[in-house]
């Protein structure tokens, strides 16, 4: 009984905060692209790391700062971000390359996983934090933005709530990039890296990432700029002495890892079925070690290059009345999923136990009865299967699909009018590492 006592933490009046060594100076570097300063669709912003020499960067404190330019002129051409995805719709796709040209991160449709994960978040976190940051939606509402009818002639929906940018007018927001390089709990050290390392982001086309905002016809194509390109990076450089010691360890050989997690796309394209319900086998392949998750979203062709449509965000129920995952002959779950308008439950709780939540009583999501699944209309459904044997663990304990030959294969019933692109996405392990000897920062998934 001796052994397991202890005085409570309010009584302990001897335990002093400690002083942090080595003794670092922190301060905010402003890095802007090198290849320009305006940009306009399918072009690529370059963000290099301008980081001091024996300089570590803190990249979970970093921020993307940007402003979109609605660039029409014509009196009904307002337009509106993506309810979910905000700011973020802008990024089709996430790129990191090391100061030696290695890929360290490849995130295709960065923009659609991004509003997923902005979906699973809680209201109270979209409707303040999103909002004020991405320029998210600012209050609950159903499913907007798809376009359901032909666009000449087309009356777009006004959204409440939704950040709206009038014609020759601006809006600037600050993204937090959903990126397994800057979402690690260490710091990263570039200055002591050889080369720059820099971001690449791949902007979509002209019409997907904005939706028309306007109670009356808008024209055929958005127009609209990027500029004023900021990645904010907090960077600490530490003592002469310390800095020896870590060149010395680098020196020896050793090398120095980390650890995150990131995404990773493949995609395939389900064809029209013309109503008749059937079952359809996609299959998919990847070669990742550790696959904690996957997520599979269906979105309408159609809606990826309209006006009205919140391309990110506007997925679709595309008729799925029942599901399952496959890996290497094994079905995830052990039965089909069933997925109708009286039976949500079961698919909504394979989605949130791939985050950890299944169970959590202090979490939420966006998602309710009334926008999670409509059969053939704008949902915020996702099909998501948790991999994992130890959730909440620092260890890599995923799926590993790596030299096994083990396709992915998603079974669902289908029941569609329209084409449909299904968005496959792995959330995987990602270990880091930095060779002193070469000075070359490599990723290993």
Known sequence: MENMSE???????????KVGTPIADMNYHRMIPSNGSTFS?????????????????????????????????????????????????????????????????????????????????????????????????QQLSGNTGSATMPISGATATVVAGATNIAKEASFT?????????????????LGFANGTSY?????????????????????????WTITDVELHVPVLRMGAEFNASFRELLASGMPISWHGQSYTNVQSVVNSTGGASSQNT??????????????????????????????????QGAGVTQWSWEIGGIQYPVAPCQASATNLGETYANLIRCLNNLGNSYAGTKFNRATFLQSNAVSKIAYGIDLESYGHSDVQSGKNLSGQGLPIVFR??????????FDCFLQHDVVYTLDGVSGTITASS
């Not at 796709?93 to 978040?121: C, F, K, P, Q």
């Not at 971001?199 to 127009?223: K, Q």
């Not at 669902?412 to 692109?421: E, K, N, R, S, Y």
Request: glycine fraction near 6%.
């Open 282 to 315: 996609i299959t998919l392949a990847s070669r990742k070690r550790s696959v904690k998750s996957i997520f599979g979203i269906f979105r309408l062709q159609s809606d990826l290059t309209s006006i009205d449509a919140d391309s990110a965000s506007a997925r």
């Open 199 to 223: 971001v690449e982001i791949v902007l979509p086309t002209a019409n997907f990432p904005l939706a028309s905002d306007h109670a009356s016809f808008a024209p055929s194509a958005h127009t």
């Open 7 to 17: 005085t409570p933490s309010v009584l302990r009046y001897s335990d002093i905060l």
């Open 412 to 421: 669902p019933t289908v029941t569609t009018g329209a084409d449909q692109l």
């Open 173 to 189: 927001a600050v993204h937090i990039p959903m990126s397994g390089l800057f979402q690690t709990d260490r710091l990263i050290p």
């Open 41 to 137: 669709p399918n072009q690529t912003i370059r963000l290099p790391f301008n980081v001091p020499v024996d300089a570590f960067v803190n990249l979970k404190g970093a921020y993307l700062k940007l402003t979109v330019n609605n660039t029409a002129t014509g009196t009904n051409d307002a337009v509106r971000l993506d309810p979910s995805a905000g700011v973020a719709s802008f990024i089709d796709t996430w790129r990191i390359v090391s100061g030696t040209g290695g890929l360290l991160e490849e995130v295709i449709h960065y923009n659609a996983i991004y509003s997923l994960m902005a979906d699973m978040t809680g209201i109270q976190h979209s409707m303040s934090t999103l909002a004020l940051t991405d320029g998210s939606i």
